[in-house]
């Protein structure tokens, strides 16, 4: 069987035919070169307008456009560029169905990169396929625009707001998921986590879209909150129980250091270095030596470890079938941390109060949208920024996490590569 035959099984193109197959070494390199030329009564398509024009003459040297490897061998097509005298554009080199403009890898190679880069980082693509990280990254790039285009955005009626810091400081991103059932997928993304950010999520979406919102999980983060309430006001807001979690443990961590601090200051030993972890873990989660290091630290009456159990405590709260005594939980919960004196809990209680309705939603939304989506969704993307390191713009970034999160549709195609 001849490599014409395979080729024209997987990759015709209609008005192309494939010539020779020339196996040469190039630079050290076994290297496949097939040539391509336009059926003999074919007339080249303008690249412009995409109509069909008569030929006006052919590029030389002829391009090269490399194509998926095979068995570790390199493969191009060969190819003639025709130039076409189109009555509306000028004198222009034709479109070619396998390449689009002056890219020289061939459209399926490209797709065969973006695909492995979902399995892969872009780096390990790149060695893999003895490429550049530049071509990856610019195939990743073109299927996640093509993705974009042909997504279809109908059936949102739940969606989450999140943020993930970025770079180190004070850069963050804002993230809205759809989390449907049987759709969970990263919507949009835009820089900072302000108003304006949000606002502008909201003018992507569309106000026919936006009304039709039944669910919108968030954090407590305020000008989220100002955003939905304007933007969506028939949709119920819940306030996830993975942020205030999160928020919960960020309240301890203050405590712990604060109160590290002062007991450095007046000589006691460090009974709370490496307690960290033992602080914020679900107790469940502990490994065994940070168990010891826990009941270790219970019998000292510290903050930091009443703190700990003022969480813990919490906890129950989403245990209740009932909603009316989780309210009722809640506000003793609160009363009780406001006599704690620990400051950073104090204002985690303030924040509770402040919102109860909200986080009473949570109540009405269980068990009608899966309320774990958002969390599984962070822990996904914080993955991807820190896998991510390397890319140095924010474009990167953005790609990398549509590409990976978007549940983005690829074009159909007879043949799958990979
Ligand atoms: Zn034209």
New binding site residues.
């Given amino acids: 069987m001849q490599l014409k035959t395979i080729l024209n099984r997987i990759e015709k193109f209609k008005s192309f035919v494939y010539r020779k197959v020339r196996l040469v070494e190039e630079s050290g390199r076994l290297t496949l070169l097939v040539d391509v030329a336009p059926r003999a009564n074919g007339q080249a398509i303008?690249?412009?307008?995409?109509?069909r024009?008569p030929g006006y003459d052919t590029q030389w040297p002829p391009r090269r456009f490399e194509h998926v490897p095979l068995w570790g061998i390199f493969v191009f097509f060969i190819y003639s560029m025709r130039r076409?005298d189109?009555?509306?554009?000028?004198v222009?080199v034709e479109k070619v169905p396998w390449a689009d403009g002056k890219e020289s890898l061939t459209r399926t190679y490209r797709w065969f990169l973006a695909r492995w880069a979902k399995r892969l980082c872009w780096k390990d693509v790149a060695e893999a396929f003895e490429t550049t990280w530049e071509n990856v990254f610019r195939s990743v790039k073109m299927a996640v625009k093509w993705g974009l285009e042909h997504r279809d955005l109908s059936g949102i009626t739940a969606i989450g707001v999140d943020e993930v810091q970025f770079h180190r400081g004070h850069h963050y991103l804002t993230l809205v998921y759809q989390i449907n059932d049987g759709c969970k997928r990263l919507l949009w993304i835009g820089k900072e986590r302000t108003t304006k950010t949000l606002l502008k999520f909201f003018r992507w979406l569309g106000p026919q879209r936006s009304s039709v919102l039944k669910f919108i999980c968030s954090d407590m983060w305020q000008p989220y909150l100002k955003v939905i309430a304007r933007k969506a006001k028939q949709a119920l807001n819940v306030l996830d129980r993975y942020h205030i979690a999160a928020k919960m443990n960020k309240s301890i961590d203050k405590v712990r250091a604060q109160e590290a601090k002062d007991l450095a200051a007046k000589g006691y030993e460090p009974v709370l270095t490496h307690s960290r972890w033992c602080l914020l873990k679900r107790p469940e989660n502990l490994t065994s030596k940070q168990d010891i290091k826990l009941r270790d630290l219970v019998q000292f009456n510290l903050r930091a470890v009443r703190a700990y159990l003022l969480k813990e405590d919490f906890q129950f709260f989403w245990d209740y079938k009932d909603p009316f005594w989780a309210k009722q939980f809640l506000t003793r919960w609160c009363t009780k941390v406001m006599r704690s004196r620990l400051e950073p809990m104090k204002k985690m209680a303030k924040n509770l109060r402040e919102h109860k309705k909200l986080i009473m939603n949570w109540f009405k939304a269980r068990g009608v949208i899966s309320l774990g989506a958002v969390e599984g969704l962070n822990n996904k993307e914080k993955l991807i920024v820190r896998k991510a390191y390397g890319f140095r713009t924010y474009e990167a970034v953005e790609i990398a996490l549509y590409h990976t999160m978007g549940a983005l549709p690829e074009p159909e195609r007879s043949h799958r590569f990979c």
Avoid: N
């Fill in positions: 303008c690249s412009k307008c995409g109509r024009r076409v189109c009555p509306t554009c000028g222009v």
